[in-house]
């Protein structure tokens, strides 16, 4: 009755494995020490196409169509945990794990996986051939390119001189009026830049102070700068009213200038005796005055076309009284519209604010604190446009 009992129990714990290996989707056998098939699941005779024939009666290795004990057997080095077969036209993964006396074998259909290997390696070998054939031309390149490299450095040294030169034109120092200080900032995009600021002492004590921007940039746009800037100089010098010293020099670019560029400028005729700046804009972003007395940032300015473009333009002319702490701010587009790396623009708001926040300083060290705001704010992103300030404060 207890042999019985225990040969119904073992039975029963077969029947019990025989579910769990066939419900699973790997083929599975399990081997004896001498290389019989214990146990096996039905998805290793479809896998291995062993219809019509009895597993329990085959080796393991047999499964695979040898005739004797597989080299990388697992029973003569238990380390070999995994192996590779053929069965059936198909490539198998074998993994092999140890329980008491029995292996465990799981076979995988990896014949997919491995002709993916095996194309991937076509390609990498048909890649590298490429690679060998794109080593070649960049050996043609890199000789090209040092010839390259030599003719930009010509053209480098020769732009850095037109920058030099550009520079040169720009004021040489700053008015020394009393009971006013005066800064200002140049950096240009490129080499040479479009940009200009300019103070022309009249001989009746006036100043002319300007700035003033030309469409595009380097070159061509410097060359229309010295232009401008000479024209200022010879034609306007001693003209005390501003709208009738840009309507000058609009009219002289429109005959001299046949090109598509055009000059913005915003210019002022500045009064030191009377504290009274008279000023005119051709199509210029407008001044903006810090009026300490109401503690705000004022935006300036007045109709007119931009320079060179249309000849016999009328220009607006408007007049500002300065008060002790006033600060009147002078720039280009380059400034309030320098973008970050998500292109937003610096802005008015920021602009107007940092104006506020340094009116109390010296005007050179408020223009360095404005531009390293500038600098912080586009995130180290180059410059697209030059930017041009010049500002001064009454004490």
């Not at 006013?180 to 022309?200: L, N, T």
């Not at 200022?232 to 001693?238: A, H, L, N, V």
């Not at 810090?290 to 002319?317: P, Q, R």
């Not at 720039?331 to 937003?344: F, I, K, P, Q, V």
């Amino acid at each position: 009755m207890v042999l019985n009992l225990k040969r119904k129990e073992s039975e029963k714990e077969h029947r019990l494995i025989l579910r769990t290996i066939n419900s699973l989707n790997d083929s599975v056998m399990v081997v004896n020490p001498d290389l019989s098939i214990n146990v096996s699941n039905s998805s290793l005779i479809d896998m291995c196409g062993l219809e019509g024939r009895k597993v329990s009666e085959l080796k393991c290795f047999e499964i695979y169509g040898y005739t004797e004990q597989c080299k990388d057997c697992a029973f003569l080095d238990p380390t070999i945990t995994r192996s590779f077969r053929e069965a059936n036209g198909k490539k198998l993964t074998v993994t092999m794990n140890h329980f008491d006396r029995y292996i465990v074998e799981s076979l995988r259909d990896t014949t997919k996986e491995l002709k993916l290997i095996d194309e991937i390696k076509k390609q990498q070998e048909t890649l590298h051939e490429k690679q060998r054939q794109m080593s070649l031309l960049n050996e043609d390149l890199l000789r090209m390119n040092e010839k390259l490299k030599k003719a930009h450095k010509i053209i480098d040294e020769e732009l850095t001189q037109v920058g030099e030169i550009q520079a040169s034109l720009l004021p040489e120092s700053l008015p020394q009026i009393e009971g006013y200080d005066f800064g200002a900032f140049y950096v240009p995009a490129e080499h040479a830049g479009g940009d200009y600021y300019d103070c022309i002492e009249m001989s009746n004590g006036y100043w002319g102070l300007g700035v003033a921007d030309v469409s595009g940039h380097g070159i061509p746009a410097s060359v229309i700068m010295a232009i401008t800037r000479a024209i200022m100089r010879s034609y306007t010098y001693d003209i005390i009213s501003p709208a009738e010293a840009v309507a000058m020099v609009n009219e002289i670019l429109c005959d001299n200038i046949h090109t598509n560029d055009f000059v913005t400028m915003f210019y002022t005729v500045f009064n030191s005796k009377m504290n009274t700046l008279r000023y005119a804009s051709a199509g210029h972003n407008p001044l903006l005055f810090y009026d300490k007395s109401e503690m705000l940032v004022k935006k300036i300015s007045a109709h007119g076309m931009f320079l060179g473009a249309f000849d016999m333009v009328e220009y607006e002319e408007g007049t500002l009284e300065i008060d002790s702490g006033d600060v009147v701010f002078l720039y280009t587009d380059g400034l309030n519209e320098a973008m970050n790396r998500s292109r937003d623009q610096y802005g008015y708001d920021r602009l107007i604010s940092k104006i506020m926040m340094f009116s109390s300083l010296p005007v050179s060290e408020m223009i360095e604190n404005i531009m390293n705001d500038v600098e912080d704010f586009t995130q180290g992103n180059p410059f697209e446009d030059d930017i041009t300030i010049l500002a001064f404060k009454k004490l």
